[in-house]
């Protein structure tokens, strides 16, 4: 992706405390903080550390926190921060429209889109 965008740089959670300039979007891509595994204190730890521009984003993979919690480590380490949280719902409906749109050989129509959301947020209890 970084590339593709050209002015863009990709950097790992280990190394985020990178140049003064701060990120416009930090993204966990891993799988920590979801229900089952560890609770991705590492990575929301590094989120505080890093250099954060100003209205950024932060983007958690992770659709499913662990029982009884509403959010990862990391998203809610963001809203402290002020930055903008995002979970991983959003892809999550994205790539479920995608496969049913290769299947169909259609377009997935907003009002399917929007069903495939509510559907997912029932499963998550949301």
Same mark, same amino acid.
């Given at each position: !992706? #970084? &590339?593709?965008?050209?002015? %863009?740089? +990709? ?7 990178? *140049?003064? @300039? =701060? ?23 590094? !989120? #505080? &550390?890093?250099?954060?521009? %100003?209205? +950024? ?7 499913? *926190?662990? @029982? =009884? ?58």
């Amino acid at each position: !992706l #970084a &590339r593709s965008l050209g002015h %863009a740089r +990709a950097s790992s959670w280990l190394a985020l405390e990178g *140049p003064a @300039a =701060g990120f416009d979007l930090v993204v966990n891509a891993t799988s920590a903080g979801m229900a089952g595994t560890d609770d991705g204190a590492p990575i929301a730890a590094a !989120l #505080a &550390r890093a250099p954060i521009a %100003a209205g +950024a984003i932060a983007y958690d993979l992770v659709y499913r *926190p662990p @029982a =009884g919690r509403r959010t990862t480590e990391f998203l809610a380490r963001a809203e402290q921060l002020g930055l903008r949280a995002v979970d991983g719902v959003g892809m999550l409906v994205e790539q479920g429209a995608r496969a049913l749109s290769i299947f169909l050989s259609r377009r997935v129509t907003d009002e399917a889109r929007d069903a495939m959301r509510a559907a997912v947020l029932r499963a998550l209890g949301r």
